[in-house]
């Protein structure tokens, strides 16, 4: 169950209102409370009615014209202070009175909280930087800049932040921005010492961001540590500066739900500092590679997420992603190959024209690749050295049972039920990780690092046994050396290229 983030009382006003001088709210503003959740569902519940032409019989569905998009509401929190401004305004339901308080709802799209209000009158607004904490993601991260030295009667630590990495990207710019959190600046006596290392994503583009568009870019780099980590911990809430005052801003909307936790090191896929040096290169292929592949990647991240999918829809989903994919890069040639030429001699010699366009409904996709061509194309390039007559029979199979999905309801009539999803589970985990190499691959992962995670990384064997359950490895690949050094730690991963 989501718990609040922002549960507080306030004042708020229709962004459009003037707010007079020596004044922090303009004399129209309502009492109310704002709740929002960690989903970021934002809901204001006011204890007025916000002036409007019809008075308080406004506020009922109906009795008055929709919010237009560009205005909002500002607020001021009274627990923590901070402003508020929401847009993307809805109602959400209205009570009017005569003999008592009238009050109204709304809902929300976006939120930006901030110390400092957001002197603006219409929405949308438009920011100069986001700023993604990437608090969790430590061990992907790799950071070890804290040095504590201990002694019997005495304990020394040190931190020496590493210096902040800018990588230029096709319409801006990224940074890797380093930080610690501890005592304030100068000498202090404490009985206790608290140091926390931190790293925050800097996106700037070459021009100013919407609000949708800052949601966009912390989709994307979210979903792409997703394919680094192999975990769907969720990201920190982003923060928004406007670049000329410096001032951030919270921003808030509804996004997925995660109860992930935080990735570790041994479930990474590859951790960052064997990207480190071509981490802009790679955030830029991704962006593109999402934009051109658009479902060949979303099918795959529908299937990562805590949705609770049953197996048959984890299957298809993966096979009808594969397929997506595959058409994206691999369209069709704009000349006629050998059998489309064939079918339209064929039609050319039928005299009846409603026998004619039936016949060409019917043979329209003739000349498109079979479902399992399809799948072992996709697949034939990964960098695993699977044998070519194993990773057809796999894909054979894989379009044989969507195809009885699809087109006939089910397993076949003779099969158990039981040993029908067993079956589909089993085709399904390798399909997925075939499915993360392979983007992995697309985004410029060096080849190597993705066979050390594979044959050799501390998850190894539980790759290597789902590939080996469906025949694309030999059981023997189970018994050899899973990377494990003395000691129990793994053996050296290579470095990216």
Wanted: proline share 5%; hydrophobic share 40%; charged share 25%.
């Amino acid at each position: 169950m989501s718990s609040d983030i922002v549960n507080d009382h306030g004042y708020f006003w229709w962004s459009d209102e003037p707010i007079p001088p020596a004044q922090f709210a303009p004399d129209s503003a309502v009492a109310g409370t704002l709740k929002i959740n960690d989903a970021g569902r934002i809901e204001l519940e006011l204890h007025g009615v916000l002036p409007n032409e019809h008075g308080a019989w406004g506020a009922l569905a109906g009795g008055g014209k929709p919010i237009p998009p560009e205005r909002g509401i500002h607020g001021i929190l009274k627990g923590s202070g901070r402003s508020v401004l929401l847009s993307g305004i809805t109602k959400n339901g209205a009570h009017v009175a005569t003999a008592s308080i009238s009050h109204e709802n709304f809902f929300a799209e976006h939120a930006l909280l901030g110390r400092t209000a957001l002197r603006t009158e219409e929405v949308p607004v438009s920011f100069r930087s986001l700023l993604i904490g990437l608090t969790g993601f430590e061990e992907w991260l790799a950071l070890q800049a804290i040095e504590v030295e201990r002694e019997r009667t005495k304990l020394t630590a040190r931190y020496e932040a590493p210096d902040d990495i800018t990588y230029p990207l096709y319409d801006g710019t990224l940074a890797m921005r380093y930080d610690m959190s501890g005592p304030y600046f100068g000498k202090s006596r404490n009985h206790y010492l608290k140091l926390t290392e931190s790293v925050s994503l800097d996106y700037v583009p070459n021009t100013r961001m919407s609000l949708e568009e800052a949601k966009q870019q912390y989709g994307l780099l979210g979903d792409l540590l997703i394919i680094l980590t192999g975990s769907t911990y969720r990201l920190d809430w982003p923060v928004l500066t406007d670049g000329e005052s410096d001032n951030r801003y919270q921003f808030i909307f509804m996004r997925h739900g995660s109860t992930a936790e935080a990735p570790k090191l041994h479930d990474c896929w590859t951790i960052f500092p064997r990207i480190k040096e071509h981490f802009g290169e790679i955030v830029s292929r991704w962006r593109r590679k999402r934009e051109e592949f658009g479902p060949g990647i979303a099918f795959y991240l529908g299937t990562q997420r805590e949705t609770g999918l049953y197996v048959e829809n984890r299957f298809v989903n993966l096979v009808w992603g594969i397929e997506a994919l595959h058409r994206r890069r691999s369209p069709r040639a704009q000349v006629p190959t050998a059998l489309e030429e064939k079918i339209a001699r064929i039609l050319g010699k039928i005299e009846q024209e409603k026998d004619r366009k039936w016949l060409g409904r019917q043979l329209e996709y003739a000349s498109e690749p079979r479902l399992e061509a399809r799948i072992f194309e996709t697949f034939s390039g990964l960098p695993l050295g699977l044998e070519t007559d194993a990773l057809r029979q796999f894909a054979t199979a894989c379009a044989t049972r969507r195809n009885r999905i699809s087109h006939f309801g089910g397993q076949d009539p003779s099969e158990d039920y039981r040993a029908f999803v067993i079956d589909l589970a089993r085709k399904s985990e390798a399909l997925a990780y075939l499915y993360h190499v392979l983007l992995l691959q697309e985004i410029g992962i060096d080849p190597e690092i993705i066979r050390w995670f594979v044959y050799r990384g501390f998850r190894s064997f539980q790759v290597k046994f789902a590939l080996a359950e469906v025949g694309l490895l030999p059981k023997s690949a189970l018994e050899s050396d899973n990377g494990q050094a003395a000691g129990g730690m793994p053996a050296q991963a290579p470095e990216a290229k």
